[in-house]
């Protein structure tokens, strides 16, 4: 029983910068990797970004230099830096986190991010 509360999404112009949030809570413990995904209309849900509890971070190729995710274990927490967000950046964004023992899966409900001029 894992609930991730997302905030940070919204309206942007092209180049600009979001930045989103996403707070664990319940059975916090045994949670290791936690990350972003994102979903177009009409496509797949697709990996932008995950980080280990060490730290270890990988993004898809569209993110690399663009966006950064980072984490506060203390407090639960990942975080998505978006820089020069471009219009195919619109998606609803997940968070996700994993546990290991047993291994599962939690998602929290997406926030919009929409990039348009």
């Known amino acids: 029983q894992v609930q991730l509360v997302e905030s940070g999404g919204g309206l942007v112009q092209p180049g600009g910068s979001l930045r989103l949030s996403c707070v664990a809570s319940?059975?916090?413990?045994?949670?290791?990797?936690m990350g972003w995904y994102r979903q177009a209309p009409g496509k797949q849900r697709e990996l932008v970004a995950t980080i280990t509890s060490r730290g270890s971070t990988d993004y898809a190729e569209s993110a690399k230099g663009r966006f950064t995710i980072s984490r506060d274990n203390a407090k639960n927490t990942v975080y998505l830096q978006m820089n020069s967000l471009e219009p195919e950046d619109t998606a609803v964004y997940f968070c996700n986190a994993d546990k290991v023992f047993p291994y599962r899966r939690y998602w929290g409900q997406g926030t919009q991010v929409t990039v348009s001029s």
């Open positions: 319940g059975s916090v413990f045994s949670i290791d990797a």
